[in-house]
C-alpha cells in the first residue's frame, strides 16, 4: 500500500542553523511528491513539489527539496533558519487516480520549534 | 486565486446530531477532498470526488458520508456526530489533469469540529 512517513515527530533547531526533514514514500510507480507547511491556526501552504526533471526542487521561503528514487526519499532542508519557520510541515505523496494526479497521501507531519 | 472556502472554522455540536460541513471552490476543480487532521496522525482522506455526484471513499470513512451536487461545492455528512469525530476537517480541491503534468492541492482554512 501506498505510504508517506516522516520519521521525526518534533525537531528543534536554533535560529540560523540548517534544517533538514526526513520523508521516505513508499509506493510503486514514479511518485508525485510535495511538501506543505502549516502555521499555527492556518490551512496547508505548498511550499514545494516534484513531478520529473531535476531532483533538486527549489520552494518559497528558502527551502528546498532533493527526490532520490534509490533511498525513496524527498527531504526538506534549508541551510539557514528563520524563527518564523516554526510550523508543521507535511510531506505527500500524489497518486494517480483515474489517469490523473488528484489524491494526495500525507505523512504525520514534523512540528518544528525553532530556538533564538 | 485559486480559492477554497469552509463555511465555518469552529463548530460545536452534541453526541447524536447530524452535522454538515461545507466547502466551496472558486476554480471550477474537479476532484475535491474531505481530510481529518488529528494530532500525531497527520492529514487522513476521509472521501474524495472527482466529479458531480461521483464519490470514493478514502482511508476512514466509516461514519461520514459526502454529497456533491454541484462542481464547486463538496459537502461532507455526519450522520449522528460523536466525540470521536471531533477534528480539524480540511477541504482540499485539485483540478484533473493529464498524467505528468503539474499540478497541486489547494486547501480551505480547515473547520474544527467539537462534539460534545
Known amino acids: 500500500a501506498q505510504s508517506v512517513t516522516q520519521p521525526d515527530i518534533h525537531i528543534t533547531v536554533s535560529e540560523g542553523a540548517s534544517l533538514e526533514l526526513r520523508c521516505n514514500y513508499s509506493?510503486?510507480?514514479?511518485?508525485?511528491l510535495f511538501w506543505y507547511v502549516q502555521s499555527p491556526g492556518q490551512g496547508l501552504q505548498l511550499l514545494l513539489k516534484y513531478f520529473s526533471g531535476d531532483t533538486l526542487v527549489q520552494g518559497i521561503k528558502g527551502f528546498e527539496a532533493e527526490f532520490k528514487r534509490s533511498q525513496s526519499s524527498f527531504n526538506l532542508r534549508k541551510p539557514s533558519v528563520h524563527w518564523s519557520d516554526a510550523a508543521e510541515y507535511f510531506c505527500a505523496v500524489g497518486l494517480n487516480y483515474g489517469g490523473a494526479t488528484n489524491k494526495l497521501i500525507f505523512g504525520t507531519g514534523t512540528l518544528l520549534a525553532v530556538q533564538p | 486565486d485559486v480559492k477554497v472556502t469552509q463555511s465555518s472554522r469552529y463548530l460545536v455540536k452534541r453526541t447524536g446530531e447530524k452535522v454538515f460541513l461545507e466547502c466551496v471552490q472558486d476554480?471550477?476543480?474537479?476532484?475535491m477532498f474531505w481530510y481529518r487532521q488529528d494530532p500525531g496522525l497527520g492529514l487522513r482522506l476521509i472521501y474524495f470526488s472527482y466529479d458531480v455526484k461521483m464519490k470514493e471513499k478514502g482511508d476512514i470513512p466509516e461514519g461520514y458520508s459526502v454529497s456533491r451536487e454541484k462542481k464547486e461545492r463538496f459537502s461532507l455528512i455526519l450522520e449522528s456526530a460523536s466525540t470521536n469525530q471531533t477534528s480539524m476537517y480540511l477541504c482540499a480541491s485539485t483540478p484533473t489533469v493529464a498524467t505528468g503534468r503539474d499540478t497541486e492541492a489547494f486547501f480551505g482554512q480547515g473547520t474544527r469540529l467539537t462534539v460534545v
Open positions: 476554480m471550477d476543480h474537479e476532484n
Open positions: 509506493y510503486g510507480a514514479t511518485p508525485y
